[in-house]
């Protein structure tokens, strides 16, 4: 079968180097790829949210399936738009995938389904919002309705910073028509787990839970980014919390979506809090997370595509769904300056790929045989290993063979789940 994969960035790469082992497929475009993927699939010029030269491509080369892995062409409806052209697709319509596209429409949705998450209150101005923060608690939470790369969040630790992250938001518009609705939320404490699940509208099939190092300095510090590293499994996501979550969380958020008229069809992504009240929705994502992707998936034991398949017909059962044991860890290099300026055009040469150590190409493109960085995170070196502490030091170890002058990373990903276990 020929495949396309909508997306150009390190979770595309990953999902692609995993549907290159299924023996169903033929050929893997990727729309539009980098210059990493291109070591792995056909890279097509077409950018991910030009949705009507997309459906023409997939008309012009007679594709039979098409994978939409990033959040914007799912909320702008690129999976109808092939729908109606009759090529079946990996991710959620158009309407489902609002449960990422506005946070008003997915906290609104589980206070309604009962659904456990933080407090929280909507503006759609900002003189009121900054009339509620006067004597709101701190810290707060602050979120902008639309998408914002994963930059839409900000944790405000003083009323000041509350404040100016309102009008930042709402009058400076610095995350522009994303932040015409604001939602303003309790700040909730305990360790953040995301766990990426198979939907195909009525069962639930749950991945390797994973650990996402957000700020782009060690030690949690800095500013918040798409992501700087991932482990997996998660140690403080337990068997007995799991089975918490998929009753009060999972099973709940995809039968109050088939209640809405808005069946969810693709991969559910779950940002939880363990708080001390239990198990709490911080977020959900409409597609496969980045970096998480880059961690669970070579853990996978099962053929992706066979799951894919399965969660577009509604044939999903839990047994097609298996994960060998073992733990997996990302190292995200970017580039210097990430997540506000950095600088591009850098020459990267990459350490030689393992059968348990290899690396995802995120922002970079390829001239003349040669790999130059062209994005903020650039490289996603990933091993795998029997123990999180041995998946760890062998990232660790690739990561230190990269050679990218402009490129930084953190040295701490995986420490506190490290500290979990001990």
């Known amino acids: 079968m020929k495949v396309m994969v909508i997306g150009g960035g390190g979770r595309e790469h990953a999902i692609i180097k995993s549907l290159k082992k299924s023996p169903k497929i033929s050929k893997i475009f990727a729309l539009p790829g980098n210059g990493g993927i291109a070591n792995d699939a056909e890279c097509v010029n077409i950018g991910a949210k030009d949705i009507p030269a997309i459906v023409d491509f997939a008309k012009n080369e007679n594709i039979d399936y098409a994978v939409v892995a990033p959040d914007d062409p799912l909320v702008l409806g690129c999976v109808d738009a092939l729908n109606e052209i009759g090529v079946k697709c990996f991710g959620p319509n158009k309407a489902a995938a609002i449960i990422e596209g506005s946070k008003v429409f997915s906290k609104n949705l589980m206070k309604k389904y009962g659904i456990p998450t933080a407090e929280y209150f909507v503006f759609d101005n900002a003189e009121d919002a900054l009339k509620h923060l006067q004597t709101a608690e701190i810290p707060v939470v602050i979120k902008a309705d639309g998408l914002a790369l994963g930059k839409g969040v900000i944790i405000a630790n003083t009323r000041k910073e509350a404040l100016d992250a309102v009008r930042s938001i709402m009058e400076d518009k610095v995350f522009g028509e994303s932040g015409n609705n604001i939602v303003v939320e309790e700040f909730l404490t305990g360790p953040e787990v995301s766990v990426l699940a198979f939907t195909d509208g009525k069962t639930v099939v749950p991945m390797v839970s994973s650990m996402d190092h957000k700020r782009a300095g ?205």
């Open 218 to 422: 060690d030690n949690d510090t800095g500013l918040n980014t798409g992501g700087m590293g991932t482990v997996a499994p998660n140690p403080y996501y337990t068997e007995e919390v799991a089975e918490v979550c998929m009753e009060t969380i999972f099973l709940p958020t995809v039968n109050a979506m088939n209640s809405e008229g808005r069946t969810f069809k693709g991969c559910l992504y779950f940002g939880l809090m363990l708080t001390p009240k239990g198990p709490k929705v911080i977020e959900y994502n409409c597609r496969f997370g980045d970096p998480e992707t880059q961690v669970v998936l070579p853990l996978l034991e099962s053929d992706l595509f066979t799951i894919m398949q399965a969660v577009t017909d509604e044939t999903l059962t839990p047994e097609m769904v298996k994960f060998k044991k073992g733990a997996a860890c990302c190292v995200i290099v970017a580039s210097k300056g990430y997540p506000v300026k950095y600088e591009n055009g850098f020459e990267i040469k990459l350490p030689e790929a393992t059968e348990d150590s290899f690396v995802y190409v995120a922002g970079a493109k390829a001239e003349a045989g040669k790999l130059f960085s062209a994005g903020g995170r650039v490289l996603g070196v990933t091993a795998i290993a029997d123990t999180l502490k041995k998946a760890v030091d062998k990232a660790y170890e690739a990561t230190e063979k990269v050679e990218f002058e402009n490129g930084f990373y953190r040295k701490d990903i995986g420490k506190r789940a490290l500290d979990c276990l001990k």
